[in-house]
Structures are given as C-alpha cells and as structure tokens.
C-alpha cells in the first residue's frame, strides 16, 4: 500500500509575542503518524491564508516569508523521498530530525546517555550503588524534558551542545524542578561524566561546553538536633503505628549514624557481639560497600528488642521501614507533633550522629 504523505504549514495564534506576530508551525504526516516542530519564523495573523498554508499579499515581507516555507517543504520532500528509496519507510519523527542536522546514523547525546547508563547499571553492586545509578537515569530523563522543550526535539546530535545548552539546563534545574544550586550542580557533573564518556567513544566534538560553565557550591546549614530534642522525640507518644515506627527508625539512626539505605537492609545476623562484649552493628554502606562497625548504646538495643519481639520481617530484615519519601513525610509530622521548628529527614539522624552523639 502506498505510503501517505502530507506537509502542513499552521500558525500557533494562542502565544503572540509583543509586536501581536505568532509562530509559523510546521506538520509532517505520514501513514497517520505526526510530529510537528517551530520553523522559527512568525508571521501577523491577519495575512496568513488557513487554507493554503501560506501569507496572504505579494509584498517583499509576504513573498519573502513564503519563499522560505516553500524551501522548507521542498527539503521535507526530499527527505521523504530518499528515506522512502534507501529504507523503503519514513517515520515523520525520522524526517523531522534529519531537517535538524540529526543524522540517524551517528549517535545523539540521549543514545550517548542510553549506552552511558546501561555500562554504568553494569557496576551496580560492585564498584557503585543502585542509589547512583538512578540518579543517572534522572538526569537523562531531565535533559530529555529540556531538549523537548527548549528546542522542540526528541533528541539532539552532540556537536550542538554548548556552553548556552549547559547554563540553560541549569536555569531549568533551578526553576522547573526548584533545585538548590547544590543539587543543580550534581546534576551538571553527571552530565559532565556523560559527555566524557562520549569523548572517550570517539564523539566528534568541536568545542568542550563545560570549560567556561562555573561549577561552584554553596555552603549549606545542617540541621543537627540537641540531646533534649532527641529525648523528646524519643519519649514522645504517639496515636499512630506509622509514626510510632518512623520515630523509632529515625531515632536509631540518630544514635548509630547509618544512612536510610543502610538501615532498611540492616539484617538480624550484622549484629554481634565483639571482643569488648559489647553487641555491634557490622555491616556494609550500601552506597560505597565500605565496612562500617557501630557499637550499639542502650537506646538502639532496646529498638532492636522491640521490633525483634514483634517477629522476623520478610528477608531478615531487622525494621519495617518504610521509603524514604514516607520517612521523610512521617517526619515533618513528628516534628510538628513534637512542637520542633525544625525540617527533619533521615538526613539529619545522620547529621545528628556525626556532628553530636559521636563524640
């Protein structure tokens, strides 16, 4: 069956700009599939002929303006008819890229980013964390979401990325998903790692879009809870099992330092006791597989007698603990309910542990 084939040239009248011009949208069919695309040029609304796509007049700005979108169509045309002699298809989303300068026989940064993650997804478990890894994923998925809205594309090839693209994404870090610049900047250096692995592939690159970008950090303040506010957290009754549970989690965290990650796979068979007769936890961080070797006071024992009086968890697993982003909810709670001003997160056990109870 014949392949159908349709070009289409529409005007986006719902974003004027401040001289009341809109953009000229561009629409390629084929066999029922659409991708559609910003030709960059704009045109007053009132001139523009619905019926044959094009400016109404044969005044130098009309003749000019339609003499573009005429060239616009002749090489959608020709790109049809070449993928239709060389592949016998063509997919509108195919032709659309090829007009942009994506060529489909060489990689583009999101199929970088695909083979980046799938090599790095490899090491999970021996040189680097599941916890690592999505955050790689989430950074593609990011530039993905950018690349669509920025440039209205589904992908873009590698020569193309340059400092503007880099200081962009970080505007969009920053204003869409409301990242402090810390978390901005993480992101960034994934992208940075992303990009020198498509150099070391061999990429064609003219220019390093990273050199002039300024990574810098912000000092952050770490919440750090006193001993009176962990007593009263501690001792604090609650009507609610959840709370109940999330309190305890949190509160063990704060006299043993371990990381959300850590404490939901702690095992019943990493505590023991050690040549002091004092019971330890011995364990593995999850996230760098370093040994970590905690000596347990009299407030964690006794977490570990309640919920070891309770039964075994599925696994082994010492706690019921919950996700992190339910931990973190419960938390806000608790500190509510315990009249504390303070944001509390399993990171601030952690921060607590460190900065107080440890010495």
Known sequence: MKATFRTLFYLRKNRPNSNGLVSIMARITVNGQITQFNTKLEVNPDIWDTKL???????????????????????????????????????????????????????????????????????????????TYSRYELTKERIEEFIKKEYKLSDIPLPEIDFLFVEKFYLLLRNDHDCSNNTAMKFIQRFRSVFNFCVNLGAEIKINPFANFKFHTEKVHREVLTQEEINLIYNKKFSTQRLEQVRDIFIFCCYTGLS????????????????????????????????????????????????????????????????????????????????????????????????????
């Open 53 to 131: 796509g094009k400016v109404k007049g044969r005044n130098a700005d009309a003749t000019n303006l339609n003499r573009l979108l005429d060239n616009l169509r002749t090489k959608m045309d020709k790109i049809y008819n070449k993928l239709m002699d060389t592949k016998g298809y063509a997919l509108p989303e195919t032709i659309k890229n090829i007009l942009f300068g994506i060529d489909p026989e060489r990689k583009t940064l999101l199929q970088y980013f695909t083979l980046h993650n799938e090599q790095y997804k490899l090491k999970v478990g021996k040189t680097t964390s599941q916890i």
């Open 260 to 359: 959300y990650s850590d404490v939901l796979k702690l095992q019943e068979d990493e505590i023991r006791r050690s040549f002091d007769k004092n019971l330890w936890i011995m364990t593995e961080q999850k996230k760098t597989n370093e040994k970590v070797n905690v000596m347990l006071l009299d407030i964690p024992l006794a977490i570990i007698d309640k919920y070891s009086k309770q039964g075994k968890l599925h696994g082994g697993r010492l706690f019921p603990v919950s996700t992190n982003q339910k931990m973190n909810e419960y938390l806000k709670e608790i500190a509510d309910l315990c009249g504390l001003k303070r944001t509390l997160s399993t990171h601030v056990a952690r921060h607590t542990f460190a900065t107080f109870l440890l010495f």
